[in-house]
């Protein structure tokens, strides 16, 4: 898998402590899960099933605002972790 620049560094910053979640935008990271191979699958209203391999996660999109929240970026960090995606696997 080949990342580029800007999803490395939403890569990073999900694996960053503390969590920084105001830097993090929602568009950010759905492009990093597409980039690694997943898929983003929308649900009703804001609901979206985050998939990497056999691994789900199931989120809202932020409103109004479009920076996720650190319980959403703790979240894609477990996924991200579960399909063995760490900045330290990725180049």
Not at 24 to 48: H, K
């Amino acid at each position: 898998m080949k990342l580029n620049k800007k999803q490395k560094r939403t890569l990073e910053a999900i694996f960053a402590r503390p969590t920084p979640h105001l830097q993090i935008v929602w568009q950010d990271i759905e492009q990093l899960i597409l980039a690694c191979g997943g898929r983003v699958l929308g649900g009703s209203g804001s609901a979206v099933r985050l998939v990497l391999g056999e691994r789900r996660a199931y989120l809202h999109r932020p409103h109004p605002h479009k920076e996720v929240k650190a319980y959403q970026v703790k979240a894609v960090r477990h996924l991200l972790e579960a399909a063995g995606i760490t900045p330290a696997t990725v180049r």
